[in-house]
């Protein structure tokens, strides 16, 4: 074997350390604020126009917001700073609103949002080419129109799965979207709780239940004036309603409020100052939030208090409670009044002790909806991955890539940093199109920026390779409607593991697991394994393949100066380089002349590790232990090497692995994932049990110990690769895939 020039002792740290940020990058997607456009009936003071005007405020610093209202009220919310207001003109609202529609679709985008608008008005809007998409804030209960009128949608939007359910029992077969929409509810001043109750004439220690929304028939306000009566009789409770009345209806619950308040005698205990335009500011004035409603979309008001940390004691009414948050008690609204009366003196008695999802920006659930549109789709693929680092799922990307290219429209969009520039550059030279996603690590601005692309370049398909679930899941909710067929190849069983952790993040944008596996199109598995219940019918196993390298493989028994050990693989606690230090140290024992070769190293996010394995070479760094830093090479440096030990705590398909038998190097794996479809123990590697050094140090003597069996491996490793895990196998696997899913779209 050819000798190997040792790395000098002081290049090892910055070889076995990688840098901060990469020497190069691909140019990074640059929003060019696309106009997003929502229609509402009118600004009046209710919650669903709250909702609206809260996403309009948030989103108007990264796009242009338009609103288009077409009735004016008395009373309204006010509209944020930087938000066009188109008023309709209600003489020729039909036409005026066609005409609108023409005009937004020449902008580039025509899916507008349309909240509480008649199917008429609708239709209206799509006679001038736009693509309204029907949201729906209420139960079936409170709907303005019945179920059938939604069928000619492209898609509909509800703010609760309980909302979802009732269109799903009614018939409705058009793909229903949720949108849970938890409000961020700023810091109230320190003198709020005070400025409020003198406001309001309340006393500073009083037992304060506040409700909040319009006085109509629906919110059962008669209801909570009998539960502050029997409450008043042994606590200073006092009820503050805020809250005008809407309509006729409303005007008629109004008067019917103030009667019944003077017949229980609890008037002097009730406020009713109206609306106020900000009512989450009034929150501090309450002990507790109470909600009587006989049926509900997703009450606002709701979560605005939990997120504002106040308990709440509400109807279990239609999709109340769909979003756990500590402080929230629910009751049937025919509960007995003894269980509200228990329930809210709990809640005084046992406030939350954090408030609920703070921060969490679920307006922007809003906005992937707004960039999705109805577009013609045209055969490609857009391979999504996390990064461009030295990894295995990286280099078996990049080999596909160069495989593929030439032969179908592909592009690979990367939503991370990446270390280094070398398959940038490779891919550069090979004419593949690289599409950097954003500068962030935000989920959402990866998921924006992958939707706009994918609208803008029209791909049939998107592919993940080795992503963030939540890139994932918010691309396969987003996505649906627009019919792009989504795969996933799937690194492992871990990642499965890694979807299930993110039970809470799903919970609040209502879409799960099993809504994701029901999505995907295809789920590639690398090896035969098991996969999740719901993916099961979508199972398609294509081995990983790699190139064969152009130098020939090593003759084990020609001898050599010193045998080597090569581990191939980024430093980090799952490729366990601490035990594998400690076997060789049992090795040395027996084989003192034996080098290891190291050929990764550690990325910025396990640096600490990266310290902690220099510390355990110690000494033997630069004699028996050298460092190349990343070697992007390696296939084919392989072949100078006796035995590679590849290592790894959730394996895959190791491409290590692959790479290694082509190479004609016997392999020495731990039996995780897909690697004993590679190592056939005996005969093509050798599998390891256990971690233990000895296991590990003996395995290695094995091989070095015995040249003639050395060959006998490296030759088996190699066909074993030209028959089962060759490029061409690959990609020809993938191609077949991807073409098959493009059948059904227009020439």
């Given at each position: 074997?050819?000798?190997?020039?040792?790395?000098?002792?002081?290049?090892?740290?910055?070889?076995?350390?990688?840098?901060?940020?990469?020497?190069?990058?691909?140019?990074?997607?640059?929003?060019?604020?696309?106009?997003?456009?929502?229609?509402?009936?009118?600004?009046?003071?209710?919650?669903?126009?709250?909702?609206?005007?809260?996403?309009?405020?948030?989103?108007?610093?990264?796009?242009?917001?338009?609103?288009?209202?077409?009735?004016?009220?008395?009373?309204?919310?006010?509209?944020?700073?930087?938000?066009?207001?188109?008023?309709?003109?209600?003489?020729?609202?039909?036409?005026?609103?066609?005409?609108?529609?023409?005009?937004?679709?020449?902008?580039?985008?025509?899916?507008?949002?349309?909240?509480?608008?008649?199917?008429?008005?609708?239709?209206?809007?799509?006679?001038?080419?736009?693509?309204?998409?029907?949201?729906?804030?209420?139960?079936?209960?409170?709907?303005?129109?019945?179920?059938?009128?939604?069928?000619?949608?492209?898609?509909?939007?509800?703010?609760?799965?309980?909302?979802?359910?009732?269109?799903?029992?009614?018939?409705?077969?058009?793909?229903?979207?949720?949108?849970?929409?938890?409000?961020?509810?700023?810091?109230?001043?320190?003198?709020?709780?005070?400025?409020?109750?003198?406001?309001?004439?309340?006393?500073?220690?009083?037992?304060?239940?506040?409700?909040?929304?319009?006085?109509?028939?629906?919110?059962?306000?008669?209801?909570?004036?009998?539960?502050?009566?029997?409450?008043?009789?042994?606590?200073?409770?006092?009820?503050?309603?805020?809250?005008?009345?809407?309509?006729?209806?409303?005007?008629?619950?109004?008067?019917?409020?103030?009667?019944?308040?003077?017949?229980?005698?609890?008037?002097?205990?009730?406020?009713?100052?109206?609306?106020?335009?900000?009512?989450?500011?009034?929150?501090?004035?309450?002990?507790?939030?109470?909600?009587?409603?006989?049926?509900?979309?997703?009450?606002?008001?709701?979560?605005?208090?939990?997120?504002?940390?106040?308990?709440?004691?509400?109807?279990?009414?239609?999709?109340?409670?769909?979003?756990a948050a500590p402080g929230l008690t629910l009751l049937a609204p025919d509960a007995a009044s003894v269980a509200w009366l228990h329930a809210i003196q709990h809640a005084l008695d046992h406030p939350p002790h954090a408030p609920a999802w703070r921060g969490f920006p679920s307006h922007r659930l809003w906005t992937l909806f707004h960039l999705v549109r109805k577009v013609d789709l045209q055969p490609g693929v857009l391979f999504v991955t996390a990064n461009l680092n030295a990894g295995g799922a990286q280099r078996s990307l990049c080999n596909l890539a160069h495989a593929l290219s030439g032969t179908l429209r592909f592009e690979i969009a990367v939503c991370g940093e990446s270390s280094s520039d070398y398959f940038y550059g490779r891919l550069e030279r090979a004419g593949v199109a690289v599409f950097r996603s954003a500068a962030t690590r935000d989920c959402f601005d990866h998921a924006e920026a992958l939707v706009h692309h994918v609208m803008t370049q029209r791909f049939a398909t998107l592919c993940f390779w080795n992503v963030d679930a939540k890139i994932k899941l918010l691309l396969a909710k987003a996505l649906s409607p627009a019919g792009v067929k989504l795969m996933d190849v799937s690194p492992g069983g871990y990642a499965f593991e890694e979807m299930r952790a993110l039970g809470e993040f799903q919970q609040w944008i209502a879409f799960d697991e099993r809504e994701y596996h029901a999505q995907l199109h295809t789920l590639v598995l690398k090896y035969r394994g098991d996969a999740p219940a719901g993916a099961r019918g979508k199972v398609q196993t294509i081995p990983n393949g790699v190139p064969l390298p152009a130098r020939a493989p090593v003759d084990h028994t020609s001898g050599h100066a010193a045998p080597r050990v090569v581990v191939s693989g980024r430093i980090a606690p799952s490729k366990f380089v601490l035990e594998i230090i400690a076997a060789m140290r049992v090795l040395w024992q027996r084989h003192p002349r034996v080098e290891l070769h190291l050929l990764g190293r550690a990325e910025p996010r396990h640096a600490a590790y990266g310290r902690e394995v220099l510390a355990a070479i110690g000494g033997e760094l630069g004699s028996r232990v050298f460092a190349h830093g990343a070697v992007f090479d390696a296939p084919e440096q392989l072949s100078q090497y006796t035995v590679s030990l590849i290592l790894g705590e959730h394996q895959g398909s190791p491409n290590a692995v692959l790479e290694a038998l082509a190479a004609g190097v016997p392999v020495v794996a731990n039996d995780s994932g897909g690697t004993r479809e590679m190592v056939i123990n005996g005969r093509t590697g050798i599998l390891l049990r256990t971690m233990d050094a000895a296991e590990i140090a003996a395995a290695l003597a094995r091989v070095i110990g015995d040249p003639a069996y050395a060959q006998r491996l490296s030759r088996a490793g190699r066909r074993h690769v030209e028959t089962h895990h060759s490029m061409r196998q690959m990609s020809a696997s993938y191609r077949t895939l991807f073409e098959s899913s493009w059948r059904n779209l227009p020439c």
């Open positions: 074997m050819d000798s190997v020039e040792p790395v000098a002792t002081a290049t090892i740290i910055p070889t076995l350390l990688a840098p901060e940020r990469a020497e190069r990058q691909p140019p990074r997607f640059a929003p060019d604020r696309p106009t997003l456009t929502a229609a509402i009936a009118t600004l009046a003071l209710g919650g669903a126009e709250r909702i609206v005007l809260d996403w309009a405020a948030h989103c108007a610093a990264r796009y242009r917001v338009r609103l288009i209202v077409l009735r004016k009220t008395a009373a309204e919310w006010p509209v944020p700073p930087d938000i066009a207001v188109t008023r309709i003109d209600e003489a020729n609202s039909l036409s005026h609103l066609t005409a609108i529609g023409a005009e937004i679709t020449a902008s580039g985008n025509p899916s507008i949002l349309c909240h509480l608008l008649k199917s008429g008005e609708r239709k209206a809007l799509a006679l001038g080419g736009a693509w309204p998409i029907p949201v729906l804030h209420n139960a079936a209960a409170g709907w303005i129109e019945e179920a059938e009128t939604l069928a000619a949608a492209p898609y509909v939007i509800t703010v609760s799965r309980a909302a979802q359910k009732e269109l799903r029992a009614s018939g409705l077969r058009t793909p229903c979207a949720v949108v849970h929409h938890l409000p961020r509810t700023p810091v109230p001043r320190a003198d709020a709780r005070m400025q409020w109750r003198a406001r309001w004439a309340l006393p500073p220690d009083a037992c304060v239940i506040g409700m909040i929304g319009a006085v109509k028939p629906q919110k059962d306000y008669p209801s909570a004036l009998r539960l502050l009566a029997t409450l008043a009789t042994h606590r200073d409770a006092y009820l503050v309603i805020v809250g005008g009345p809407i309509g006729r209806d409303g005007m008629l619950a109004w008067s019917a409020l103030l009667t019944l308040a003077q017949y229980l005698r609890v008037d002097t205990r009730v406020r009713l100052p109206g609306f106020v335009v900000h009512a989450t500011d009034c929150l501090p004035a309450f002990d507790v939030l109470l909600n009587t409603s006989r049926y509900e979309g997703l009450s606002i008001a709701t979560l605005e208090a939990l997120a504002a940390g106040l308990p709440v004691v509400a109807s279990a009414v239609g999709g109340q409670g769909e979003i």
